[in-house]
């Protein structure tokens, strides 16, 4: 029942920006916490920011002053809207939830999406 898929990733040049969504299920979307982590190809999984119910937000230090994550409660929606975007950007981005006392990118996030693809171009 829980289900998390995201979309609207692609292909930039240095400098542009997307917004990733995140549609969730009923059940996820409950959760009191998401994320959006990143992975890119031979590197380990990377967490990009997290969300709590009561609206807090935390960023990793590389996507600081760059990223937002935000959500819609009405559509069930998780966003990541990704400014000013570098090379290092590039990679499989996924949308996360978990219940958990403490949201951050530490959380042990527990559901997962499919991930969509992020490529910046130089």
């Known amino acids: 029942q829980v289900q998390l898929i995201e979309s609207r990733g692609g292909s930039v040049q240095t400098g542009g920006s997307l917004k990733l969504s995140c549609a969730a299920s009923?059940?996820?979307?409950?959760?009191?916490?998401m994320g959006w982590f990143r992975q890119a190809p031979g590197q380990e999984r990377e967490g990009v920011a997290s969300?709590?119910?009561?609206?807090?937000?935390k960023y990793a230090h590389s996507v600081k002053g760059r990223f937002n994550i935000s959500k819609d409660d009405a559509k069930s929606t998780l966003y990541l809207q990704m400014n000013s975007l570098k090379p290092e950007d590039t990679a499989m981005y996924y949308c996360?939830?978990?219940?958990?006392?403490?949201?951050?990118?530490?959380?042990?996030?527990?559901?997962w999406g499919q991930g969509t693809q992020v490529t910046v171009s130089s």
């Open positions: 969300i709590s119910t009561d609206g807090t937000t």
């Open positions: 996360a939830a978990v219940w958990a006392s403490t949201c951050d990118l530490t959380s042990d996030f527990g559901y």
């Open positions: 009923e059940s996820a979307f409950r959760s009191n916490c």
